[in-house]
């Protein structure tokens, strides 16, 4: 772990050469995430009876007891990889994660979230320009971004420290008046439980709630202690889990990402703000 100063973070838009650090920081956070689902799919009554029945089937034609077994759970995964979400996508869309990192960044270069630490301290944080590695050449973008594209990008925050992107948050287009989406945080694992998740999720909160939003969703991959617990201790409520009237109307707008025989692949968190 390193000890992260709050008060020198900068939480501002993505910029175009943030791309490949994002994209780096995706990867790592989503490390085991996939097979995690896989596994809670391939443990649920009905697929473990699906397997059975395959297997018994297979048992009459092949006459090795543990080929009848292992072949129908081999062919389920290769299934499930193919036809999951990939584990760099965006977690409760359906759309590459590309539409986010590479598009998002054309938002107002000069944005930032307000830093409460800063305030507190009375410090005033420093950006530094990013590294770059030696004999790299910047490469130019080729990808069409469209005005419809851009549009339905969302956002992409970092968390800038002297430079380095310590973490983001991804927050999706505006598909409804009052409500954001939280489809995305990640921290670098050298920088977790340094209070660094809660200061970009809080201050998105606070921006969102002057722009008007009254409610933020955040998708959590299925299954995620970690996740729920995280989101539970910023004030979040699974959707559902109360007997409220609106819940209703709202599990039908804002419903978990569903996979292999309709298995909720996320758990979907609300906040009133």
């Not at 006459?63 to 009848?68: E, T, Y």
């Not at 925050?157 to 489809?183: H, K, N, P, T």
């Amino acid at each position: 772990m390193v000890r992260v100063e709050l008060d020198q973070v900068v939480m501002r838009r993505m910029r175009e050469d943030d791309i490949e650090a994002v994209k780096a920081l995706i990867k790592e956070g989503c490390e085991g995430t996939e097979n995690r689902l896989i596994l809670h799919i391939l443990t649920r009554p009905l697929c473990l009876f699906i397997l059975a029945v395959l297997s018994s089937i297979l048992r009459c034609l092949v006459h090795s007891f543990i080929l009848a077994l292992a072949i129908p759970v081999f062919l389920l995964i290769v299934f499930l990889k193919i036809t999951m979400p990939r584990s760099t996508g965006v977690l409760g869309s359906s759309r590459p994660y590309w539409d986010y990192v590479g598009s998002s960044y054309r938002g107002t270069q000069d944005e930032t979230l307000q830093n409460p630490y800063a305030r507190i301290s009375g410090k005033t944080p420093v950006t530094k320009a990013p590294r770059r590695r030696l004999g790299t050449k910047e490469k130019e973008s080729t990808e069409k971004i469209t005005p419809e594209r851009e549009q339905t990008a969302g956002q992409v925050w970092v968390a800038d420290c002297e430079g380095d992107i310590l973490g983001c948050i991804f927050r999706e287009s505006e598909s409804r008046a009052g409500v954001r989406r939280i489809c995305r945080l990640v921290i670098g694992s050298w920088y977790r439980r340094e209070g660094l998740g809660r200061l970009l999720v809080q201050s998105l909160e606070q921006k969102e709630s002057q722009r008007g939003a009254d409610r933020v969703y955040a998708h959590v991959p299925y299954p995620s202690k970690v996740g729920e617990v995280f989101f539970r201790k910023l004030g979040y409520l699974q959707l559902g889990e109360q007997n409220d009237e609106d819940d209703g109307e709202e599990v039908k707008l804002e419903h978990p990402e569903r996979g292999f025989l309709g298995y909720p692949l996320t758990k979907v968190f609300y906040k009133d703000l």
